[in-house]
């Protein structure tokens, strides 16, 4: 099994009422309490980071090679070229430098599910 890392910004934005809001930013908890996901919250003050070109996944599988998933509202993109997949482990690593570590993340979160009442 790959070891799988989550990446999201926390938005204020209301989408479907507070209680959606609530019940979102909890099932978020409950998966970043895995033991084999990690959450981690880029906060606001960062301004223009990487992870602002758009959402990617890479996935390291037990018998094989790094390969990359790129997603936009058009198309989904598998990346297997390893320049490429080293070039978003790069851009990771620069979003990574600018996050919460994983548990101010899940404190973070906590407390605005907690405040859409």
Do not use: C, K
Request: glycine content about 6%; aromatic content about 6%; charged content about 25%.
């Amino acid at each position: 099994m790959a070891d799988v890392r989550l990446w999201t910004l926390l938005t204020r934005h209301n989408v479907d009422g507070p209680a959606v809001m609530r019940e979102q930013l909890r099932h978020l908890l409950e998966v970043g309490r895995r033991p084999r996901v990690h959450l981690h919250l880029v906060p606001r003050e960062v301004g223009a980071y990487p992870g602002l070109n758009g959402a990617f996944v890479i996935a390291t599988p037990a018998d094989g090679d790094d390969v990359a998933y790129l997603d936009n509202p058009l198309q989904g993109t598998v990346v297997e070229r390893a320049t490429d997949v080293l070039s978003l482990r790069q851009s990771w690593e620069s979003v990574r430098a600018e996050a919460m570590s994983h548990r101010q993340t899940l404190s973070v979160m906590s407390e605005a599910a907690e405040a859409w009442t």
